[in-house]
């Protein structure tokens, strides 16, 4: 099944074979460090070609030009680690990958190396280092927290011309109305390729909410 899962996802995403073998690296190194540090969830690691590796691709199909961006809240390297190991041939990408566990930027830093991944990896809370990344293209962020709470973190960044994409489920809808109390922001909602629920939602300007 993850042999079949991993050619169908190579072939729809156009994956030259240098980054497959890539990809593979990402995928064993996966598996190996989960059981140090639990990652993702033990019952996608059988699905992760089509949970994890292609639910991270679609983004980067949709800043084809994004030279940088910035992922809060790694964990996993998903999608950011993904996202650079993929990119790499694209001239001058740089991805900041941010997370305050440091068992977790040991995975991201040993499997950036080895798949020679154009990351910096920042071991520190998101509101101590979003704001010294201002000028980035895009900023992402997966699993990680209401869509509130995720404008809040990266305010600095969307208020100054950073496009935020950010993978929801099918709860999107709600959190947008939550947002809205406290956001004023230009959004699209993208069908996600990966689960028929989901939805990206595309932010490409913030402001506060005249209270």
């Not at 020679?116 to 997966?142: F, K, M, Q």
Request: neutral net charge.
């Amino acid at each position: 099944m993850s042999s079949d899962q991993r050619a169908r996802v190579l072939a729809e995403h156009d994956v030259s074979r240098e980054t497959a073998a890539a990809l593979d690296i990402y995928v064993e190194q996966l598996a190996r460090w989960q059981n140090v540090k639990n990652l993702v969830g033990p019952a996608t690691l059988t699905e992760v070609w089509h949970r994890h590796v292609a639910d991270a691709l679609q983004l980067l199909a949709l800043a084809p030009e994004a030279k940088t961006w910035v992922d809060l809240g790694s964990g996993a390297g998903i999608p950011g680690l993904i996202l650079a190991i993929s990119g790499r041939v694209r001239s001058g990408l740089k991805i900041h990958l941010i997370e305050s566990n440091a068992r977790k930027c040991a995975f991201l830093t040993e499997t950036a190396r080895l798949t020679g991944a154009p990351v910096t990896v920042h071991n520190a809370r998101i509101e101590s280092v979003v704001s010294s990344l201002t000028g980035a293209d895009i900023v992402c962020a997966r699993a990680l927290a209401p869509l509130s709470q995720l404008l809040a973190w990266t305010e600095p960044l969307l208020k100054t011309g950073t496009t935020g994409l950010f993978p929801k489920g099918r709860d999107a809808a709600a959190e947008l109305t939550e947002a809205d109390r406290e956001w004023t922001f230009a959004r699209d909602l993208i069908p996600s390729r990966t689960d028929s629920q989901a939805r990206i939602v595309r932010v490409t300007s913030l402001s506060r909410v005249d209270p």
